[in-house]
């Protein structure tokens, strides 16, 4: 019995996914399209992570979809707002019904012969295995595992009497009010839960090994109100959307190029933020230089305030061991804890956990490189969407897209049906995912490398990434365009 066949396999029904359909709608509207997703609703993270005070720690101006305008009054925006506007786009442009929830691709195999590949996946709802074929595959699951997130080795935990729990899985029914709340982490997790549970626990922690750069940044954007009473949508969304885009690349730059200059302007923004003689060197000024991990933004100071209040403390220190009541540092002492929260990150899964094979050759995905930062050497008509760690995740996602649907127009106006990277000469490779970050360096070996310079290159650099991926040819030195039949050039 023949599989089923369509033009384009999308994994992930998250905000990657959804806004690669919809770019595929717009730009490809000839091309059939089937969205797999292994869960069973629309939303990927932001359906997932139900933790108290889940909100987006970029603004949504440039979270947003560049062809949907994002109309709520908060420009930080809580995981609830932002689901239902992920949700909404899915079914203005008719991406729900592409939308096939509970599968989840363990395989795909590629063949150069009928320049097809082959998707294996498993039905969660029905236990059922099924195939199904494609010309082209477009992985946007993200980089992490959903189903469990990284909890460290924590020692004397069969000790504690009180109870534990990873915000990547936060129970419905749990109940903080009037606690003692120990929340174990820096992170962008830690810095958005610790105001979230300070307005009803009798207090809470933030429990850090070392200090994380935390910056205040109002949760409404004065300019997009003042504009959207003057123009139209689109275009008062488009201008703020380049203000933030060129807010965050200077950022970035500057702190690339004056690392001791914004590390003191960081330090001075945080202690106007604290009490008077609060150890900022402690607890907010880290070791490493800003943007070697990524920076929290936390709305209108909440974290700040939680402190000023006395609602909120962080400690920066060690855990030696779980006690009965808590968890003992260190330095000697013991934070009593009737909950503790491990806000301690993510576990890498690249790919959504599939495996690739190419022409019966198993993909080595940690011996590939990244052409454009979107697909694979080596490997066929596929992409994937790994968005930016200094600024929005969307702002790379979007280019991403409109590069596939770029790709897929210059296949059929050539009657050419493979586009296939190839690796370049060189041993100066990277992680793609340039940051020191615990969950990056936990898991480097099964990450894409990246080369020296474009297109092996990811530039972190939005306005660069544009007119390259954009208005800039999509043949070069860097990929073969085949028909089908001539073997895939594999990396050596």
Known sequence: ????????????????????????????????VAVLEWRGAIGGTWDLFRYPGVRSDSDMFTLGYSFRPWRDPKAIADGASIREYVRDTAREYGVDRLIRFHHRIVAASWSSETARWTVTA???????????TCSFLFNCAGYYRYDAGYTPELPGLAEYRGRVVHPQHWPAELDHAGQRVVVVGSGATAVTLVPALAD??????????????????????????????????????????????LRYTANFQLSRRAPGLVKTLLRRAARSQLPPGYAVDTHFAPRYNPWDQRLCVVPDGDLFAAIRSGRADVVTDTIVSFTERGVRLASGAELPADLVVTATGLNVQALGGMTLTVDGVPVRLGETV?????????????????????????????????????????????????????????????PIIDLKAGYVLRSVDQLPKQGPAAPWRLHQNYPRDLLMMRH?????????????????????
Request: charged residues 25%.
């Open 200 to 245: 009803t626990a009798a207090h809470v922690t933030m429990l850090q090994r070392s200090p994380t750069y935390v910056v205040a940044l109002p949760s409404r954007d004065r300019l997009a109100e003042t504009l959207r009473r003057r123009l139209p949508p689109g275009l008062a969304y488009g201008i703020v959307r380049w203000k933030n885009i």
């Open 472 to 492: 800039r040819p999509v043949r070069d030195a860097g990929v073969r365009f085949d028909r089908a039949g001539r073997p895939a050039v594999m990396v050596s």
């Open 122 to 132: 498993e039905r969660a709802d029905t236990a059922e295995t099924i195939e199904l």
């Open 370 to 430: 990244a052409y454009k930062g979107m697909m694979l050497s080596g490997v066929p008509n596929f992409a994937l969407t790994i968005g930016y760690t200094n600024a929005s995740w969307t702002l790379k996602a979007d280019l991403v897209a409109r590069y596939v649907c770029r790709l897929l127009t210059e296949l059929a106006e050539r009657d050419e049906q493979i586009v296939t990277p190839i690796a370049p000469d060189t041993d100066e490779l990277d």
């Open 1 to 32: 019995m023949a599989s089923e066949h369509v033009d384009v396999v999308i994994v992930g029904a998250g905000l990657s996914g959804v806004g690669a359909a919809c770019h595929l709608r717009i730009a490809c509207p000839d091309r059939t």
